[in-house]
């Protein structure tokens, strides 16, 4: 079907950064690059513009057959080479951390360059760009910044080999099994990214948690300390919570009960049948094992009704000795 020139323009308007006029045109590895880079950074779906009308021709079969020739040199092919070598290899870092740098990100490079030299009806020596990109990672140890030369190597060993590709002879694959093989390729860029980026987002999330808790204690760490010094200085009531690990400190007697029955969500005074109630009906609530989500606070409380039951039954053994 022939291809027209006001649908690829339409296409390119409509939906030009994710690549659908290249897709219209049949130039899938074009339509790939510009998915994975959101139409080469933005500038490179603005130039299409200007190519739109010959790569139409192109697509309708205008031009003659070029077996055996040579491209011109490309300046921007060679940059554009190098700055998606670049960002595949900076993708493959972030990503892949658990993979060797000195496979995973010369690896990367290489396919960047290898797709942009597959642009159009050119093609390249994939194994010279693939060893270009190792070599050069290896003289840098497999470091980050290693990302940067061994695009430029294999950007020069893609041109040193460039040439066009051979018309094919057989039909084009239809379009689903076109868009099939872009969505696979997207899943394989993509998928990594953003299992990294979700796997961030819960870090982040867990460090905002985690500095929030700090403000918070550092708030109240003055009403904390006044706390302390009133405490200290017989200033505060009874119904301050126990401190110690043992539910409470050395006070008096009064106070240890008046403590027992605030903890049991008791009136103070109240009768030996209420207390066993209110303990027996809290110790269901605050037992570890009925909150394995909250295990440190059901823990504590648990303790906490012992103790005070206990303080409860020793007080009401010493009131009948006496």
């Known amino acids: 079907m022939a291809k027209r020139l006001l649908v690829a323009y339409g296409l390119w308007a ?15 590895s074009h339509a790939l690059l510009w998915l994975l880079t959101l ?98 990672s290896l003289l840098f140890q497999g470091r980050l910044l290693a990302v940067l030369p061994a695009s430029l190597a294999a950007s020069i060993a893609a041109q040193r080999h460039r040439r066009y590709e051979s018309r094919r ?29 979700l796997s961030g987002a819960a870090e982040a999330l867990g460090t905002a948690l985690a500095l929030a808790r700090a403000a918070t204690e550092l708030l109240l760490l003055p009403l904390r300390a006044i706390r302390l010094v009133a405490g200290a200085m017989g200033i505060a009531g009874g119904s301050e919570a126990p401190e110690t690990g043992s539910g409470f400190k050395a006070r008096g007697w009064s106070q240890r009960q008046r403590w027992a029955y605030e903890v049991l969500g008791i009136p103070a005074g109240s009768s030996a049948e209420d207390v066993h109630r209110s303990y027996r009906e809290l110790v269901k609530v605050w037992h570890p094992d009925h909150n394995r989500q909250q295990a440190e606070e059901a823990e504590r409380r648990f303790i906490e009704l012992q103790e005070a039951y206990e303080e409860l039954a020793r007080a009401r053994r010493a009131a009948g000795a006496a």
Do not use: I
């Open 14 to 28: 409509l939906g030009g950064p994710l690549g659908l006029h290249h897709l219209y045109l049949g130039r899938d």
């Open 39 to 136: 139409g080469g950074f933005g500038g490179g779906w603005l130039c299409d513009a200007w190519h739109l009308p010959a790569w139409v021709a192109e697509a309708n079969g205008a031009r003659g057959e070029r077996a055996g020739s040579v491209p011109p040199l490309s300046p921007l092919r060679a940059a554009g080479q190098a700055a998606v070598g670049t960002y595949f290899g900076l993708a493959a870092a972030l990503a892949l951390p658990w993979v060797p740098a000195l496979v995973a990100q010369p690896l990367a490079v290489a396919l960047g360059v290898l797709l942009v030299a597959s642009v159009g009806n050119q093609a390249t020596r994939a194994l010279r760009v693939l060893a270009a990109a190792f070599l050069a």
């Open 169 to 197: 002879t057989v039909p084009p694959p239809r379009l689903p099994a076109r868009l099939y093989h872009l969505g696979l390729a997207c899943l394989a860029f993509g998928a990594p990214l953003a299992y990294r980026g």
